[in-house]
Nanobody, 117 residues
């Protein structure tokens, strides 16, 4: 059974930092592109960042230069370091794992990030 368990969300003020973690189990981590998406109230889910097993990264335009994604092969965990947070970053952040072999993708349960001015 595949599980993606997120942690690290919370409430911060503008300019603050948070680090999200997502621990995967039940899958071969190397076969998955893992990443973070977010969904703000009333908006569609959007890509925040994703990282391949080889370390290649993609970032959403809205977070470039502020957020950094990384992954730990041994811990089967993907991290999202979020700096210089803005009110517009307020959303539920979801961990995602996509099988590069064309198989099924998986989502975590989501973790709330709230940024206030």
């Amino acid at each position: 059974q595949v599980q993606l368990v997120e942690s690290g969300g919370g409430a911060v003020q503008t300019g603050g930092s948070l680090r999200l973690s997502c621990e995967a189990s039940g899958l071969i981590f190397a076969y998955y592109v893992v990443g973070w998406y977010r969904q703000a109230a009333g908006k569609e889910r959007e890509l925040v960042a994703r990282v391949t097993d080889g370390g290649g990264t993609n970032y959403g335009d809205c977070v470039k230069g502020r957020f950094t994604i990384s992954r730990d092969h041994i811990k089967k965990t993907v991290y999202l370091q979020m700096n210089s947070l803005e009110v517009e970053d307020t959303a539920v952040y979801y961990c995602n794992a996509m099988d590069i072999r064309g198989g099924e993708g998986y989502w975590g349960q989501g973790t709330q990030v709230t940024v206030s001015s």
